[in-house]
């Protein structure tokens, strides 16, 4: 199953590294090479951090293309398992997921991984962050969601 080419450690690990970086979110920012393992840059957006992530959580098994939109198609062409977000949020087993935001007349779309309840993303106003995956429940979106690890 797909589900299996991330490594949880690795995904973790790259993330909790990666908040230390202070890098900021920019709207079409990309890390200049997903397969360096420390990315200098100063911006990055959601696709372009959640690019980089999957690829080091995968040990370059996985490079998804760039764009939220993208991304959720190549995951659906890869046949990852969809999952209902709020169970998703009360996993304890650190699965990890990833999920989107389609983009809508008005809003861009948005990808961020998701485990123990806790978002590893880059967005407006912080850069790269966790925070409560409940608060993006909560926007009043549709949230796609499937299991990574």
Not at 50 to 61: H, K, N, R
């Amino acid at each position: 199953m797909p589900e299996h080419l991330l490594h949880t450690y690795n995904i973790e690990h790259r993330f909790r590294l990666s908040v230390l970086w202070g890098v900021r979110y920019k709207f079409g920012a990309k890390f200049s090479n997903p397969r360096e393992l420390h990315p200098i840059g100063h911006y990055v957006d959601c696709s372009g951090y959640i690019q980089w992530l999957v690829y080091q959580g995968s040990d370059g098994q996985l490079l998804l293309p760039d764009g939220s939109v993208n991304q959720h198609a190549e995951i659906l062409r890869l046949g990852f398992p969809i999952r209902d977000y709020g169970a998703a949020l009360r996993d304890t087993t650190g699965a990890v997921f990833i999920n989107f935001f389609r983009p809508s007349v008005r809003l861009a779309g948005h990808v961020w991984l998701l485990s123990g309840g806790r978002t590893m993303e880059s967005h407006f106003g912080k850069g790269i962050d966790s925070r409560s995956g409940k608060l993006l429940a909560f926007m009043g979106r549709k949230v796609y969601c499937y299991r990574l690890s």
